[in-house]
T-cell receptor, first 114, second 115 residues
Framework: AQSVTQLDSHVSVSEGTPVLLRCNYSSSYSPSLFWYVQHPNKGLQLLLKYTSAATLVKGINGFEAEFKKSETSFHLTKPSAHMSDAAEYFCVVSDWTGANNLFFGTGTRLTVIP | DTAVSQTPKYLVTQMGNDKSIKCEQNLGHDTMYWYKQDSKKFLKIMFSYNNKELIINETVPNRFSPKSPDKAHLNLHINSLELGDSAVYFC??????????????FGPGTRLTVT
């Protein structure tokens, strides 16, 4: 079975400081992993995806994530937080069964303090 | 151009009513999905359609029924609405699943409130 665990329900950082949102996954197969962002009252936007190519994945808006198989982790980072980064972030795992099932984490709310 | 669109954006209705939410995508994708996001922001898949065939059907009450007139549209019909159906419903689309997992593109959501 596939699942993800987002280790923090809420992260608060000061503007200009690094962001770290943690995610651990569980998968019976080689996983495909995604990070999505949801701004207040908006839909979900794909930040980045990992599909067994390079383990360090770069996404939009300066975000990146590193796939670590030994740690079953896929943490999201950004060197310097911006006010516009305040949102809900979802770590998502899919499998390769062909159905493209997506399993969402419970989300991490990122607050950026001016 | 909006890639995945949903109507309406807000829907307020009374218990027992029947309602529909429409979804359209202009990305040329063959697979479309419906998700439910509860009050705690948890997202769970409800249905997906691939070439007009249902390929996922989670434990969703049969009061919910997806209908796809063509591969660009996947509408969600809900009969006999209950208070617990209040949530935000998201439509999404992707390339046809197969050799790998493809990212899904989401619509803006429909906030359903049942009173």
């Amino acid at each position: 079975a596939q699942s993800v665990t987002q280790l923090d329900s809420h992260v608060s950082v000061s503007e200009g400081t690094p962001v770290l949102l943690r995610c651990n996954y569980s998968s019976s197969y080689s996983p495909s992993l995604f990070w999505y962002v949801q701004h207040p009252n908006k839909g979900l936007q794909l930040l980045l995806k990992y599909t067994s190519a390079a383990t360090l994945v770069k996404g939009i808006n300066g975000f990146e994530a590193e796939f670590k198989k030994s740690e079953t982790s896929f943490h999201l980072t950004k060197p310097s937080a911006h006010m516009s980064d305040a949102a809900e972030y979802f770590c998502v795992v899919s499998d390769w069964t062909g159905a493209n099932n997506l399993f969402f984490g419970t989300g991490t709310r990122l607050t950026v303090i001016p | 151009d909006t890639a995945v669109s949903q109507t309406p954006k807000y829907l307020v209705t009374q218990m027992g009513n029947d309602k529909s939410i429409k979804c359209e995508q202009n990305l040329g994708h063959d697979t479309m999905y419906w998700y439910k996001q509860d009050s705690k922001k948890f997202l769970k898949i409800m249905f997906s359609y691939n070439n007009k065939e249902l390929i996922i059907n989670e434990t969703v009450p049969n009061r919910f029924s997806p209908k796809s007139p063509d591969k660009a549209h996947l509408n969600l019909h809900i009969n006999s609405l209950e208070l617990g159906d209040s949530a935000v419903y998201f439509c999404a689309s992707s390339q046809t699943p197969g050799q790998g997992a493809y990212e899904q593109y989401f619509g803006p959501g429909t906030r359903l409130t049942v009173t």
